[in-house]
Every structure is written in structure tokens, then in C-alpha cells.
């Protein structure tokens, strides 16, 4: 039963680090990929992919704000 409280106390505290490293890792590549293109291709290139990356980010967003909240509907369930 300790085992299990320790496990779970991690699990918690571990969540919003997993969220927040995902929401920057997406927000890093969108700008890598730009300024490499940006340096290929100078107008077209770049400018369709900030499009594809607002709706990547827009997305993200949404899967951000579900799992947060699936997150804390889970936190604060009672046990049966």
C-alpha cells in the first residue's frame, strides 16, 4: 500500500511536467522547421507552413486544455 502511494504521488507531480514538455517540444519544432525552410525557400515555403502551424497549434491547444482537464476530473474523483 505504501508502494502504491508513492507511485501514484509521482504519477500526479509528473503530469503537468509531461503536458508542458509536449506544448514546448511543438513549439520548438514549429520554429526549426521554419527557419530551415525560411533559409531555402524565402516566401512560399515559410508561409504555408506558419499556416500548417497555426492549425497544429490550435490542436495542441485543445488536446492541452482535454488532458488537463481529464487530469483533474481524475484528481479529484472520490474512490469507490
Do not use: D
Amino acid at each position: 500500500m505504501i508502494l502504491m502511494f508513492f507511485v501514484e504521488f509521482i504519477g500526479h507531480l509528473v503530469r503537468p511536467v509531461t503536458l508542458s514538455v509536449r506544448l514546448f517540444g511543438n513549439m520548438i519544432a514549429k520554429h526549426m522547421i521554419l527557419f530551415a525552410l525560411g533559409l531555402l525557400a524565402p516566401v512560399i515555403i515559410p508561409v504555408s507552413i506558419l499556416a500548417l502551424g497555426v492549425l497544429v497549434s490550435l490542436i495542441q491547444a485543445f488536446v492541452f486544455v482535454l488532458l488537463t482537464a481529464l487530469y483533474l476530473a481524475g484528481a479529484v474523483e472520490e474512490a469507490h
